[in-house]
């Protein structure tokens, strides 16, 4: 049974930008990854939509147990990030599919521990459909693995909410205790 959403000792790293920009010396991501190494009683979850440099620089990484790496994905054309995760170190792998912006069928989740869904918020911004949420949801429910839906988005997404078919999805995968 995945665990809910309560977890304040969950950290996000660099929530703003991205730790694998090709501008960011690989001396300074060993560094940040040395810092969450020695932090062993925190969740550190990483993003990034540079999955190529991931991927090029994972043997040279000491991937702790604390660190979550995930990938962003928008749309079809950006799936490949899905197996540049899949072959990286990382001890638990999450998929952040937001903002959504068109469908995902018959994605591989295999070796995927976590998936994130998400609608574009603010201006300008463009919807998603529950269909697209809901396919996504049952491959997950189908593969065992746990799903998150953070909000449908749009101009105020607070007024749209998280709801999907009734009710809040907000399952992590289960935390290793130190």
Known sequence: ???????????????????????????FIQRVFDVMHQAHWHQFQI???RSNRLLQLDSQIDWPENVWMGVSIESQKY???????????SKIK?????????????????????????????????????????????QCEAANIS?????????????????LEGRVWDSIPKIKTA
């Open 147 to 163: 799903f998150f839906f953070k909000q449908w988005g749009g101009v105020n997404k607070k007024r749209t909410g998280r709801e």
């Open 47 to 49: 993003l990034t939509k």
């Open 79 to 89: 799936t490949f990030r899905i197996n540049d995760l899949r072959q990286t170190h």
């Open 94 to 138: 999450f998929l952040s599919l937001e903002p959504l912006l068109g469908p995902l069928s018959n994605l591989n989740l295999s070796g995927i521990n976590w998936v994130i869904v998400g609608g574009e918020s603010g201006p300008g911004a463009r919807p998603m459909l529950k269909e697209w949420v809901i396919e996504i949801k049952n």
């Open 1 to 27: 049974m995945p665990l809910r959403w309560k977890n304040p000792r969950l950290i996000f790293v660099n929530s703003m930008s991205d730790l694998f920009h090709e501008d960011v010396p690989e001396n």
